[in-house]
């Protein structure tokens, strides 16, 4: 006889296989960004006019031309300044363009799943003259590229969305780079030059020619929950290099990318000296960085017009060649000084902390090599980490001595390496409480700070 309780547990069965089917189904259509039961987020509306990039023609897939479209757009939000400006929504879809410059009061705002493609056509790309405190392109003399994304003398600007995409598709350079074809230096993704009040929030950053983020000469830039990602092999593709710029607040972002994840900068040798302006004011914090071949958060070695008060704090760097490095050279006057960092995590790195003092690059052998870099200042409290070889290099010269030192709070383990772990040359400082491992000589140990 089947009885009742045998039928409803098999039924029970049944049911449990049909629920796993149905949960498994549901979450694979998500994963390939198909939402099933929910529909799009709905995107806010942040100023008085808002734009929407199909009205002007744009197409998103992948391969029709669409630079006409953003430019026509930039063109709209320009006759609503006056009225608090406009914002130009990007739906779902690859969106592909040449470059384009934006202009102030605007808000580009590129929703789930859009994604802004960079032009491989190198003959779309305009070329502009080298930045002036360069005085050449960053890799080749002469002129550079442009940048997809680019935004000179302007106010009031947000990049933002729903975590969208600008893709730079930068394979095709990155190879035509490493075969010498260029004829100028690759353009960057996104940059902002002589612009105050911009904001870049929420959105991903990927395989850009060049440096992906690159703000010039620009006052109060804000740059929150960002994602940058290049594959390891792709060279110089820098996360975001605050050049010459103040008041520049960076936070909540993950970079991972083929050079520094970070870099501040101020402008090469005899060029940056006669610019002449600093970068002032920089607060990093909450990041996550991995940087395999480079540094995770890196002031220089570009520093010819100072750099000062800048604050690292909460910064977890991970699988990365250097942690925080400071890198200079004769030749490049300037300074670096009144530099905090506090509380950095170093997981599986290979030089913790670098300060180097004999970089070299010049951009021409006009350089004067009386032109001695200041390095002064610099605290770090609360250095933490595992799996480091070497956790402290400071080297400074009779040139170029290092001033101001003070490291309290430090507890890196090593690596099997238990030699030159902490070493230092021409420096003078202190180092406060409990420091491992053993500081350098050189290095004052006191037990309390005195205040
Ligand atoms: C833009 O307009 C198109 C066509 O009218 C519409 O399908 C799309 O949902 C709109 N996109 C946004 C982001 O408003
Ligand atoms: C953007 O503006 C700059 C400065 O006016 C100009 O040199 C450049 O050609 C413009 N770029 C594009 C793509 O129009
Ligand atoms: C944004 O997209 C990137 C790339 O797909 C992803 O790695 C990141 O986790 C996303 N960020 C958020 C906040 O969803
Ligand atoms: C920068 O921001 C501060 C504080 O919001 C503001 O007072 C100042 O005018 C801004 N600077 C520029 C050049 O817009
Ligand atoms: C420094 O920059 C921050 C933004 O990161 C800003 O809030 C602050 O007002 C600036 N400080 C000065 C003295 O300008
Ligand atoms: C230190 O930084 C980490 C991120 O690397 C953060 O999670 C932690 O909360 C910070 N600790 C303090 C005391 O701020
Ligand atoms: C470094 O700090 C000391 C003590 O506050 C100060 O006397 C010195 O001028 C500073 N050095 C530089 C280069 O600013």
Known sequence: MTSFTQISYRNAFCMCWMLSFALLFYWQANLRGRHMFFPPRPIPNLRPHVFNLSDFGAVGDGTTDNTKCFEDAVVAIKEV???????????????????????????????????????????????LPPLPSYGRGRELPGPRYGSLIHGQHINDFVLTGHNGTIDGQGAWWWEQFKKKKLQYTRGRLVQFMWSSNIKITDVTLQNSPFWHLHPYDCTNVTIQGVTILAPVNAPNTDGIDPDSCRN??????????????????????????????????????????????????????????????????GVHIWGSRRG??????????????????????????????????????????????????????ISIDGIYGSSVRYPVRMFGS??????????????????????????????????????????CKALVQEEFAIV
């Not at 302006?277 to 940087?291: L, Y």
């Open 248 to 313: 520049v607040l960076v936070e909540d972002c993950y970079i991972s990318v083929g050079d520094d994840a970070i870099a501040i900068k101020s402008g090469w040798d005899k060029y940056g000296i006669e610019y002449n302006r600093p970068c002032v004011n920089v607060t990093i914090r909450n990041m996550v960085v991995h940087s395999e071949i480079s540094a995770g958060v890196s002031i220089g070695s570009e520093m010819s017009g100072g750099i000062e008060q800048v604050l690292v704090e």
């Open 324 to 377: 925080i490095r400071i890198k200079t050279s004769p030749g490049r006057g300037g300074y670096v000084k009144n530099i905090h960092y506090q509380n950095v995590t170093l997981i599986d790195v290979r030089v913790g902390i670098v300060i180097k003092t004999d970089y070299g690059e010049h951009p021409d052998s006009e350089f004067d090599p009386e032109a001695l870099p200041v390095v002064a200042n």
């Open 81 to 127: 300044a006056r009225e608090g400006g406009g914002q130009l929504n990007v739906g779902p879809g690859r969106w592909l363009t040449a470059p384009f410059n934006v202009t102030s009061h605007m808000t580009l705002f590129l929703a789930q799943g859009a994604t802004v493609v960079g032009s491989q056509d190198v003959n779309l790309w305009p070329i």
């Open 398 to 439: 009779q040139e170029v001595p290092i001033t101001g030192i003070e490291i309290r709070n430090m507890d890196v383990q090593l690596t099997s390496k238990k030699k030159n772990v902490f070493t230092c040359e021409f420096i003078q400082g202190r180092v406060i409480g409990k420091v491992f491992p053993t500081p």
